[in-house]
């Protein structure tokens, strides 16, 4: 059976989340969460894949993205108020407990559901972005930069340049992403070029460049990838970001003292006992879990973890879905099949 893409809504007095929802509506419940600056149907191709496989499959817009709520404050950002926006999901799905899957920012949020809420928690997976118990933030981001690739006096933040953009010049970042929205995603989402590794990232000269695409006001005209894109899925992000803006979408970048906190009151001090799926993104230059120590807290602080390399750039879920629908689809036979649908 072939399983249509539903749209529906949980409304809460404190925030409204969208999401989509594919697959039998009384099956084993995957939760898709997305990153920056995407929306639910980033998670197109697993929708429909695990769905087809018996999984009930949901995928929120997240807070500040597509139909979900836009708050106006930069805390209202933060993880644990985003990390409520998914328990009250899972509330108004009537369910107790999910598998959850993350990318980009969706991985943080999924690590701080796995280490603040495992009651409601079967085991997690995350694309691109490990697990560092202390807090997703500048502060434990900067000490793991490969200092060999990123020298201190040239590159200070390492690869995370734009992170500190985001605190200098935060108006300016959003203002050129949103003077034209359809040029932006085609500018950012590209397919991992095997070549660049060795080299620094783009995301290490954003202050030197005087901003995002070399200080210019606006993104280049350049075409659509088709690795990663497709003409719909352009259009939906395009549009939705466009109607919303980039200064939701940024906030989640403006948090890092808060999200350290929460870390913080983590139990256990954040160490994850539920399975653990991180898939490496083989030419992921921003998030190098390759050749820098980025995922070392990761292995230090999951008990039950699996790690699957990924011949994909930072985009994984759309530009290799088959790779990761694998990966996740071997996960959950070999770790969770009581999980596992019928």
């Given amino acids: 059976m072939i399983y249509p893409l539903l749209e529906g809504v949980v409304r809460r007095l404190r925030h409204t989340t969208a999401y989509l929802d594919c697959g039998p509506q009384d099956a084993p419940l995957i939760i898709f969460v997305h990153g920056w600056p995407e929306l639910a149907i980033s998670w197109r191709h697993q ?18 993205y597509g139909r979900s709520s836009v708050p106006g404050r930069i805390e209202d950002y933060a993880l644990e108020a985003i990390a409520q926006d998914m328990l009250d999901l899972l509330d108004g799905l009537g369910r107790e407990r999910a598998i959850w899957v993350g990318h980009d920012w969706g991985s943080p949020v999924v690590w701080s559901l796995a280490a603040h809420h495992n009651d409601r ?39 995370w ?43 290490a ?10 200080g210019a006001d606006r993104a280049p005209d350049v075409p659509m990838d088709p690795a990663v894109l497709d003409a719909e899925s352009l259009s939906h992000y395009a549009a939705a970001l466009a109607r919303n803006g980039f200064s939701g979408p940024d906030a989640w970048y403006r948090n890092h003292a808060r999200n350290i906190d929460y870390a913080e009151r983590a139990p256990d001090g954040g ?14 230059y921003t998030c190098d879990t390759m050749d820098s120590r980025l995922a070392e807290p990761m292995r230090r602080d999951c008990v039950d973890l ?33 999980a596992w649908p019928g």
């Fill in 306 to 338: 699996t790690e699957v390399v990924v011949q994909s750039g930072h985009w994984m879920a759309q530009e290799k879905p088959a790779a990761v629908n694998a990966a996740l689809s071997r996960w959950l036979a070999a770790r969770l099949p009581e």
């Fill in 47 to 64: 929708l429909r894949c695990f769905a087809n496989l018996g999984f009930r499959c949901v995928a929120p817009d997240m807070r500040g």
């Fill in 205 to 214: 000269t954003i202050r030197a460049d005087g901003g995002w695409f070399s």
């Fill in 161 to 203: 340049d734009y992170q500190v953009f985001y605190e200098e010049q935060f108006e300016r970042a959003s203002a050129v992403f949103e003077a034209d929205t359809s040029a932006t995603i085609r500018a950012l989402f590209r397919a991992g070029n095997p070549g660049a590794r060795g080299k620094p990232s783009r995301t």
């Fill in 121 to 159: 928690v079967v085991g997690v997976a995350n694309l691109c972005v490990p697990y560092i118990a202390q807090g997703f933030a500048l502060p434990n981001l900067i000490p793991l930069v490969d200092r060999n690739l990123y020298p201190e006096d040239r590159f200070p933040a390492g690869q």
């Fill in 271 to 284: 160490q994850l006992a539920m399975p653990v799926l991180f898939l490496h993104g083989a030419h992921d």
